[in-house]
Antibody, heavy 122, light 110 residues
């Protein structure tokens, strides 16, 4: 079955960097676009970034553009989110999620990971 | 900016049917797919409906999605309510530029 397992979260000071990982299994990873979605404590869901199935196309929400980089390594079935110049407002649970249809980008999600918590605080 | 509006909360009794609405602020909600996500307290979201009406494997057919063009809204209907259905439910839509989530609806089953 489809499994997505995030890791790499933690407590980090403002201005510092962190890299999140999402290990995928149970499906052909290289065929699906992948997303990062976050949720600040007590708040709703916010889409962060997407990478196409072949890694050629990457899109970001405005507030992280230029600071975050999404990437993937299909040889390792792993999705990444490199987060630089972190701010207090980036504090959130970060989820990776799969786009539903192979070789397409629909900007929706059918499977989610359990999340990894990022806390930005001095 | 396109927005999705959901009721803040709904409640219903076990065994009954409840419908949660999700109304688009402009344009046509039928122009792209609507998704519904369930989030139980302390847990990650899971998808109950994607591409308007599709259910991921393992989601019971008590969950169904629909679109109403006349009101520019989508609905999630849960029949035969169980206490385990108590959760927050979020609708989601892509308007061609932005991924938009509704604010969430807290479903209480009592």
């Amino acid at each position: 079955q489809v499994q997505l397992v995030e890791s790499g979260g933690g407590v980090v000071q403002p201005g510092r960097s962190l890299r999140l990982s999402c290990a995928a299994s149970g499906f052909t990873f290289s065929s699906y676009a992948m997303h990062w979605v976050r949720q600040a404590p007590g708040k709703g869901l916010e889409w962060v970034a997407v990478i196409s199935h072949d890694g050629r196309n990457k899109y970001y929400t405005y507030s992280v553009e230029g600071r975050f980089t999404i990437s993937r390594d299909s040889s390792k079935n792993t999705l990444y989110l490199q987060m630089n110049s972190l701010r207090a407002e980036d504090t959130a649970m970060y989820y990776c999620a799969r786009d539903p249809e192979p070789d397409q980008l629909l900007y929706c999600f059918d499977y989610w990971g359990q999340g990894t918590l990022v806390t930005v605080s001095s | 900016n396109f927005m999705l509006t959901q009721p803040h909360s709904v409640s219903e009794s076990p065994g009954k049917t409840v419908t949660i609405s999700c109304t688009g602020s402009s344009g046509s909600i039928a122009s792209n797919y609507v998704q519904w996500y369930q989030q139980r307290p302390g847990s990650a979201p899971t998808t109950v409906i994607y591409e308007d009406i599709q259910r991921p494997s393992g989601v019971p057919d008590r969950f169904s999605g629909s679109i109403d063009r006349s009101s520019n809204s989508a609905s999630l209907t849960i029949s035969g309510l169980k206490t385990e259905d108590e959760a927050d439910y979020y609708c989601q839509f892509y308007d061609g530029s932005n991924v938009v989530f509704g604010g969430g609806t807290k479903l209480t089953v009592l």
